[in-house]
């Protein structure tokens, strides 16, 4: 049996391809279908089967997009309500479906939805080699690597209902499926759909390690549920779009061509007004940027964080300095379910040399610095006349932050341009990402801001105070 995994880092999604070595499996399938297509052609396999353990409510599904193109088998939970009844097969807790060589049993594992499924896969035939006893388990959002998927996303009414299932659920896999089960959960590495803030990376873990840290196992009912359910990460707005497009079924996105715009349409897009989202480095966009866009630099998180802080449905313009950056971004917002957009332009230097833009005063520029440098500065000027914006979210500030800095996690930031301090603002998140967003968000509102460009690490050594609340 071979294992091949599929990473979308900047949703903290995997999803998984099972084969036997001439028949394959896919469980949670991302948007695009065309990666699982061409792995299964590179191992020689044919996918004759595409599992859902639930409706995704942080992307949009590939799995009936996949299914269609392979010509293969759409198993869901049985007792969800979709519009494309007639083409998948709905399966129970306690089924089992046999893929060439695999045995797939679905397992009830409510929880982190009303209607949720893990999946145990292993080989049906005894093999001979060292192999052929493996088995593993896909949990989705259940049983995750240290933690558990959240229960809150279809309501606060439900919440507590599902913490209760959820903690039941990932006691009974844990019970029932022998310590050496390698766990292949869909959520968890770095997803808003788990628990707790988890790292983004790092190897899927066993039963037996789950055992002695899963918070499920290592917790009784009443204290998980409260654990569960307290200071929960925030939820992204566009979270709220993706179960109904799941629902209603998918299919693969569709990329067609958009205008270019030239830097007078840029100018008039953002009075209608649209979204211009500019995907240079952070860098780039500090030392020259056309006043009221929006720095979202490309990379991973670049899907997350536009459909956090873009209204949904919202006209976009995305920047770029190629082509090929384009192409990746329109790639990655695919993956929630954003493939239309109003135009693209880019920022040649020598175009911007010729144009009126930089006689329209549209162009601004702000600077870059280290925590070393705040620290620097916290030093000679004191903390009475410094404002420091740590834009990270609240259980990061929580487990420490610079004394005398406001909090305002970046997702928030698009409301608050009434209550923040005008003039010279410090802004700094955990890495530099959230704080160009939030930079740039700051410049097109005529603060001065000073992004901090370096990690956190530096920070709990640069001699700047720290607490904790």
């Given at each position: ?8 880092p900047?949703l903290?999604d995997r999803s998984?391809l ?11 399938a991302?948007?695009?279908p ?12 044919t996918i004759?089967a ?10 949009v599904?590939?799995?009936?997009a ?6 293969a088998?759409?198993v869901?939970p049985?007792?969800e ?13 306690g089924?089992?479906?046999s ?7 679905a397992?009830?594992?409510?929880g ?6 893990a999946y145990?896969v ?7 080699d060292e192999?052929?006893g493996?088995?593993?388990v ?5 049983l ?5 998927g959240r ?9 507590e209902q ?13 019970k ?5 089960t ?13 628990a ?13 390690q ?15 549920v409260?654990?569960?359910l307290?200071d929960?990460?925030?939820i ?11 629902r209603k ?6 990329f ?10 840029l ?8 979204w211009?989202?500019d995907?240079?480095?952070k ?10 866009n ?12 536009l459909g956090?802080?873009v ?21 990655l917002?695919?993956?929630i379910?954003w493939?239309?957009?109003y135009?693209v332009a ?5 175009t911007?040399?010729?144009s009126?833009?930089?006689t329209?005063?549209?162009v601004l520029?702000y ?6 440098d705040?620290a620097?500065?916290?030093r000679?000027h004191?903390?009475s006349?410094?404002r ?11 487990a ?26 410090w ?17 097109s509102w ?15 050594v640069?001699?700047?105070p720290?607490?904790?609340?």
């Open positions: 049996m071979t294992v091949v995994t599929f990473d979308a900047g903290g998984y099972i084969s036997d070595g001439e028949v394959s499996v896919v469980v949670d991302q948007r695009d065309s990666a699982y297509l061409q792995e299964a052609e590179k191992l020689g396999v004759v595409v599992l859902e353990t639930h409706i995704h409510n942080d992307y599904s590939g799995g009936l996949l299914a269609r193109a392979a010509a088998t759409y869901i049985a007792g309500a979709v519009e494309f009844v007639n083409e998948c097969r709905a399966l129970e807790g089924e089992t479906i893929v060439g060589e695999l045995e797939i049993k397992i009830s594992t409510n982190h939805t009303n209607h949720h499924l145990l292993g080989m049906n035939v005894p093999r001979d192999q052929g493996d088995q593993v896909c949990t989705g959002g259940s995750l690597v240290n933690a558990t229960t809150d996303l279809l309501g606060d009414a439900l919440a599902l913490a209760r299932s959820q903690w039941r659920s990932v006691r009974h896999l844990l029932t499926l022998t310590a050496e390698v766990i292949l959960p869909t959520h968890g590495f770095g997803s808003f759909c788990s707790r803030l988890t790292p983004g990376a790092g190897p899927a873990g066993t039963v037996g789950e055992r002695s840290q899963n918070p499920a196992a290592v917790l009784d009912e009443e204290h998980f409260a654990a569960v307290d929960l990460p925030p992204p707005a566009y979270y709220r779009h993706m179960a109904p497009l799941n079924g998918a299919t693969a996105p569709v067609r061509p958009v205008e270019v715009l030239d830097f007078d349409g100018e008039t897009a953002v009075e209608v007004p649209r211009i989202v995907l240079r480095h860098r780039a966009f500090a030392g020259a940027h056309l006043l009221g929006l720095n979202i630099e490309l990379g991973s998180n670049l899907a997350t964080y956090w802080l209204p949904w449905g919202s006209e976009i313009v995305l920047l770029a300095e190629h082509e090929a950056e384009v192409a990746e971004a329109r790639r917002i695919s993956q379910g493939d239309d957009l135009g880019f920022w040649p230097t020598d911007i040399a010729r009126s833009v930089l329209s005063g549209r520029s600077p870059v610095a280290s925590f070393s705040l620097v500065a916290w000679a004191g903390p006349e410094m420091v914006l740590d834009v990270r979210h609240r259980q990061e500030w929580k420490g932050h610079i004394a005398g800095a406001s909090n305002r996690p970046v997702q928030e930031l698009a409301g608050s341009k009434s209550d923040l301090p005008t003039g010279q603002i802004v700094h998140c955990a890495g530099g990402f959230r704080a160009a967003l939030a930079a740039s968000l700051l410049s005529g603060a001065s801001p000073i992004l901090v460009d370096d990690s956190w690490e530096n920070a709990l640069s001699g700047l720290m607490t904790e609340n």
